[in-house]
């Protein structure tokens, strides 16, 4: 019913914007832009790129070349919808740090079958993954 990921991740800085790296859930994909003013961070479906959340200023730009803490606590809800707190550290060790929550459908999210470290975009830099960690 509760559990945590917990990865290290980052990307090279090349076409900062045009690609993401991040972490999915079940059917739900949390990501952010490396080297992208502000980050971007969203979440949307996998299947269908339909948004849960638009992109969202970081307080920080998360550096390229570095790795970057990015934690999700799941909790599944009554009814099936499941509630994500996601947090993301700045790699460069400035102290800030990027919290949001969604809350996913059940009809969006699906099973919790999967947990998948996510780069996509057909230009731009390498993915840099470190650790991942999933326990309760």
């Not at 970081?58 to 099936?80: K, R, W």
Request: hydrophobic share 35%; proline share 3%; aromatic share 6%.
């Amino acid at each position: 019913e509760r559990f945590r990921i917990e990865t290290r991740i980052g990307g090279e800085d090349r076409d900062g914007g045009a690609w993401h790296v991040g972490v999915s859930v079940g059917n739900i994909r949390l990501l952010f832009h490396p080297a992208y003013e502000g980050g971007g961070f969203r979440a949307e479906c996998v299947s269908d790129r339909n948004p849960l959340c638009e992109n969202q200023a970081m307080p920080f730009t998360p550096a390229a070349g570095l790795l970057h803490e990015m934690t999700i606590d799941v909790q599944c809800l009554d009814g099936g919808d499941v509630r994500l707190d996601i947090s993301i550290s700045d790699g460069a060790k400035s102290g800030k740090c990027f919290t949001h929550t969604v809350t996913a459908k059940r009809e969006n999210i699906g099973a919790l079958q999967r947990i998948g470290l996510e780069r996509s975009g057909r230009e731009g830099g390498a993915a840099l993954f470190g650790s991942l960690t999933i326990g309760i």
